[in-house]
């Protein structure tokens, strides 16, 4: 048995990085996937790949209607949606505050923030149907600490409010048996990551304690505790994964 069996799951961000972790370990675990992602080419083969038990959706998360799209999707396909993985996230221009534009700032926060607010007003009626569900708003060790080396304002700010976010869900639906959860990786082994460093991790590696970047199976794994039974009493926290980075 896996420790997912059963469980509906709309997972954003999905087509590489740790969005396509967390699709591969969640149906290794049991669970039906609806992935979505706006990179179609990549997502259908992913889905392709992992079989009948997941289902791609080309999405805009910044979209009201695709999120409509999504859990639709999810519903016909599978049953109501029992967990919910806010992955998808962009780092924005490396800028200084007084540098950075209003536009770049606004689609930062779009990407960052007002997609999960997106995601958990259109998942969380199916979940009340369904009599709960997990909530994962996947952060960053940048909203716990304006940490040096944060692209920019915007990025700060916006996985702040993601950590704000999930915290008041947790209070609110609690009642309904809905879980809400932040998850605060530190730096990890992503296209994104290696776009914004290079292959040894731009002098990264030396400011972490434990020494490496982390594989994102590694958070894939947190993840999938996260949305399972063996976390049902875990709510409204943030969970660091960054090898102690923050400890310091």
């Not at 859990?71 to 221009?93: D, K, M, R, W, Y």
């Not at 040894?200 to 505790?225: F, H, K, N, T, Y």
């Amino acid at each position: 048995m896996g420790q997912l069996d059963g469980k509906v799951a709309i997972i954003t961000g999905a087509a590489q990085g740790m969005g396509e972790a967390h699709v591969r370990r969640f149906v290794a675990e049991g669970a039906r996937v609806v992935m979505a992602d706006i990179n179609e080419d990549e997502g259908r083969r992913i889905a392709k790949e992992l079989g009948e038990r997941v289902v791609f959706v080309k999405a805009d998360v910044t979209s009201v209607e695709d999120w409509r799209t999504l859990v639709q999707t999810a519903s016909s396909e599978f049953g109501n949606v029992t967990v919910l993985v806010n992955n998808a996230g962009i780092l924005g221009p490396i800028a200084e505050t007084v540098e950075i534009s209003e536009e770049d700032f606004h689609t930062v926060c779009l990407v960052n923030q007002y997609s999960q607010f997106y995601g958990m007003k259109a998942v969380i009626p199916f979940m009340q149907k369904a009599g709960g569900g997990s909530i994962v708003n996947v952060s960053s060790v940048a909203g716990l600490v304006s940490i040096v080396g944060a692209p920019n304002l915007a990025y700060v700010g916006s996985k702040f409010a993601s950590r704000g976010m999930t915290k008041h869900v947790a209070a609110q639906y609690g009642k309904d048996n809905i879980r809400a959860n932040s998850v605060h990786p530190g730096y990890i082994k992503t296209p994104m990551m290696a776009a914004a460093t290079d292959e040894e991790g731009g002098g990264i590696v030396s400011q972490i304690p434990l020494g490496r970047m982390a594989d994102p199976d590694e958070v894939a794994q947190l993840v999938v505790w996260l949305a399972s039974e063996a976390s049902s009493y875990v709510s409204g926290t943030e969970q660091v994964i960054d090898a102690g980075l923050t400890a310091q």
